[in-house]
């Protein structure tokens, strides 16, 4: 279970408010229940190889990060913060060596085509609003992919980011600290994080500040020995919708499914709640 703490005031730090309440993710996956017949080693090999194409997607898109801020910044993860933070990331889903190296070596490579960030507006099944994030060396495949994705489940392009807030976040482990919680928020206050949540099950504290403050606030904490996995935009809905039908349930996951498996797809963000 997440736990959040939302900061206000934050120019009085001895007025702080803080308000803890339930998690909503702006991104909901749903999970569906398969079974795969009554053989126990079906289960175990259905079980391992949907797990092994999870991985595999989480590798490919964290190798496009990888490249894209390789070229952007430099090699040096020294002084490029936002590679270190995915060398970091790298390291925690357990990629190979092997796969981080040919990512670095790809980002040398001058015969390669630039990465480049896109951004699409959705709208799907539910009056949902989703708001796509890829990174691409062809926007004309990426948009045909992304729209075959949505027309199979009734979707469509539409601006929808009126919606959204956009804010920096940073996602960081307690590293060689060992801080606590408490200290660790005390530490983000004074970085400058306006919203802090927790994730117990995964060590992992999520930080959410004013999008122009983002490397502000990842350096400082870099700079207190945190071990930040990812610095990047987030897009926070200004509400929420809550999805009660099954077969729009369906729908949004198959799109959320589809759409997260693409290639060039490295962030989803919706303002859709699932009640569990």
Known sequence: ?????????????????????????????????????????????????????KRSVIYSKISLEIVSAARAGGLDPLVNN????????????????????????????????????????CVIPGGIAMIVEALTDKKART??????????????????????????????????????????????IDCGAEDIEE?????????????????TVSKALMDRKYEVQEIEASYVPLSTVEITDAETAELVEKCLDDMENLDDVVKIHSNAVVPQ
Not at 177 to 184: A, L, M, R
Not at 199 to 215: A, G
Request: proline residues 3%.
């Open 199 to 215: 994730d117990p099950e995964e060590n992992l504290i999520e930080v959410v500040c004013d999008f122009s403050d983002l490397n």
């Open 1 to 53: 279970m997440l736990r959040r703490i939302s900061i206000l005031n934050l120019a009085t730090p001895s007025y702080f408010t803080r308000s803890q309440q339930l998690w909503k993710p702006s991104l909901v996956f749903l999970q569906q229940q398969r079974f795969a017949g009554h053989n126990k080693w079906s289960k175990v090999k259905h079980t391992k190889g949907a797990k092994d194409a």
């Open 82 to 121: 936002k590679l270190q933070a995915i060398l970091n990331k790298a390291k925690a889903a357990s990629m190979p060596k092997d796969s981080i190296e040919n990512a670095l070596k790809k980002a040398q490579d001058k015969n390669k085509d630039d990465l480049e960030k896109v951004t699409y507006e």
């Open 143 to 188: 948009v045909k992919e992304v729209k075959e994705v949505l027309n199979r489940v009734g979707g469509s392009v539409s601006s929808v980011g009126y919606l959204f807030d956009k804010k920096g976040k940073v996602v960081f482990s307690a590293g060689e600290t060992g801080h606590n919680f408490e200290q660790i928020m005390d530490n983000a």
